[in-house]
């Protein structure tokens, strides 16, 4: 039998080196779904419970794998559920590759159905590549520009193929016009040289300073032993955005943590007070979490020349690999005699882990939400992987998980979609099965479709080395960060037809879907919950039940903030009286002794 245009396919995605395919199938992919009956498993079809978690376990896949993933759906519904997940990756920077059915090509434009016009519907999210085979003699071109654009410019593409087309016999693209090859697999990582000129100025401005604040993103994480070596010789602290919360651990004394919103106050005062910055492969968009403009001299060091300079006015911008900027610029930096300001720093980052550890341990009702987190901080395996999910968890992730170094975490960063939580933990371990993986979900994100994904890992768990998977639910019935976002920003009450959530057992689902379920309703059971979840020989729920008036105090809330929660309280919140009093108790732990000012 001839090879078909899907046979093809798959054998092309083996070529790259695609172990697995996040996937639902559908009609419009059938003869797709035939290739891989006969492909032996290789590449492995995963199928989810909907096609966009398809797309975001293929996110997760990519982020903790450093390679492409791809997911598979079909035409009309299929490709629309795509959307999300592939939007989420585009926004993150992960390179992803979607292949998508559509319907024969006799019927296109004949209002057929479940005919939509894909070209339009993925325009925006797959702007760097976007191509329909109409013909065999087009591939393999198009699925290797997929790759080699998903790699390079670190975004998703999409291949769309007609259903007939992937029924018909490959044939090779002929030496031939208009005819176009393509050469083998793979492709180099792109390491974009620094400008020399632009190093020595950088390293001018640095030598200056005398208060030097460094901010990474995600795009330090593959020069996490330069900054830290920048930061020694500069005597300078490191604040990280969200994505960047692995870049360094948080055992370093002059890590600050988080910043902006879900940050800390050490990052919070780091910029308040410094007088230079240096900005390393992030793009935290918050600029008024970073120093008042004209206070500070900055540098801005990033592979993408389009992203620099809008986030805050630098004074130079060094448009290259991270790794390499930093080896060129180290050694042109001159150590700082004077480590007054380092000394605070690590002082102020002392100071505030105490300070923390004191608010996950306030009483609350019935479990303070801080301290699910915090008792995972005590326990988390060297190698585990740490995925959250939007909402008030993410708070938490940010504030109060401290992160020790080879543990790698991340959640939906800029898009910030519920729901990633679960999947994202699915396409880690896919990435890395034999690591342990910590999915945090809030119940919201879990209602939505965290539930239906226990199905798919209960499917799944027999094929990771370290079966470990445990996803821990924030149970507190309330849809809780848009609950504070009317409250701090609003000035309004929470709404509870709005707000409140139907109450279930996550750990009764966990067990009819075929894993361990375990429930903890009182803090002197968190601990032991955890160190049997993490000492499982297979996938945990584990359903605590939480606080939801437990309030995530930004690390400097402005006085329209604190206006707007008595203008909510006044205006006849339900939870008036207990919300009033947990944010009261939260707070005291800041002025408590021991804290440096």
């Not at 996040?22 to 498993?41: K, Q, R, S, T």
Request: hydrophobic letters at 45%; charged letters at 20%.
């Amino acid at each position: 039998m001839s090879e078909t245009v899907a046979d093809h396919v798959l054998a092309r995605l083996r070529e790259w080196g695609v172990e697995q395919v996040f996937g639902y199938p559908g009609d419009g992919i059938n003869g797709l779904v035939v290739a891989f009956g006969a492909a032996d498993d290789r590449p492995r079809f995963v199928q989810s419970r909907h096609e966009e978690m398809s797309a975001l376990q293929a996110v997760g896949y990519a982020k903790f794998a450093g390679r492409p993933g791809v997911c598979l759906a079909t035409s009309g519904p299929g490709a629309i559920h795509l959307l999300n997940g592939l939007y989420d990756a585009k926004l993150d920077h992960v390179p992803v590759v979607a292949i998508v059915g559509q319907t024969e090509r006799s019927a296109m434009g004949g209002a057929y159905q479940q005919e939509v016009d894909l070209q339009a519907l993925f325009k925006d999210v797959a702007s760097e590549y976007l191509v329909e085979v109409n013909v065999p003699e087009q591939l393999p071109n198009a699925l290797d520009r997929a790759f080699r654009t998903a790699i390079t410019r670190r975004c998703p593409t999409v291949v769309i193929i007609p259903s007939d087309v992937q029924d018909e016999a490959y044939t090779a693209p002929a030496h031939a016009f208009k005819q176009v090859p393509s050469s083998p697999p793979g492709t180099a990582t792109p390491v974009l040289e620094p400008d020399p000129d632009a190093v020595a100025a950088a390293a001018e401005i640095l030598n200056a300073g005398r208060r030097v604040a460094i901010l990474v993103g995600q795009g330090a994480r593959g020069a996490a032993a330069e900054v830290e070596q920048i930061a020694d010789v500069l005597g300078a602290g490191v604040a990280k955005a969200l994505l960047g919360k692995d870049v360094l651990p948080d055992d370093l004394p002059f890590v600050t943590g988080s910043i902006g919103l879900l940050g800390t106050r050490p990052s919070y005062e780091m910029m308040r007070d410094c007088d230079t910055l240096l900005i390393v492969g992030s793009n935290f968009p918050y600029s008024q979490f970073l120093p008042e403009f004209g206070q500070a001299r900055a540098v801005q060091v990033d592979v993408d020349g389009s992203l620099v300079g809008m986030r805050y006015p630098t004074e130079l911008t060094v448009v290259a690999d991270a790794r390499a900027a930093l080896q060129a610029l180290l050694p042109l930096l001159r150590g700082r005699t004077d480590r007054a300001w380092r000394e605070e720093i690590e002082e102020n980052v002392a100071a505030w882990w105490v300070t923390v550890e004191r608010q996950c341990r306030v009483d609350a009702d019935p479990v303070n939400p801080m301290r699910i987190v915090w008792e995972l901080s005590q326990r988390l395996p060297a190698n585990a992987i740490v995925t959250a999910d939007s909402g008030s968890v993410a708070n938490w992730y940010a504030k109060c998980l401290r992160m020790p170094a080879g543990v790698r975490g991340s959640l939906s960063g800029t898009l910030a979609t519920m729901g990633a939580g679960v999947p994202y933990a699915i396409g880690a371990k896919f990435a890395h099965p034999d690591r342990p993986a910590i999915a945090l979900m809030g119940d919201g994100a879990m209602q939505m479709n965290g539930m239906a994904e226990l199905l798919t890992i209960a499917r799944y768990r027999h094929r990771w080395s370290d079966p470990r998977l445990v996803v821990c639910v924030l149970h507190n019935n309330d849809l809780n960060q848009v609950t504070w976002e009317l409250r701090a920003m609003g000035g309004a009450p929470k709404f509870e037809e709005s707000q409140t959530l139907p109450d279930i057992s996550y750990a009764a689902v966990a067990v009819d879907a075929g894993l361990v379920g375990i429930t903890v309703r009182t803090p002197d059971e968190l601990g032991p919950a955890w160190d049997r979840a993490l000492a499982a020989d297979g996938p945990v729920v584990l359903d605590v039940h939480c606080d939801p008036e437990v309030p995530p105090i930004p690390p400097h809330a402005t006085l329209d903030q604190g206006l707007a929660m008595v203008k909510a309280v006044l205006g006849g919140d339900p939870s008036a009286a207990h919300l009033v009093v947990q944010g009261a108790k939260e707070k005291l732990q800041e002025l408590l002794p021991g804290r440096k000012r």
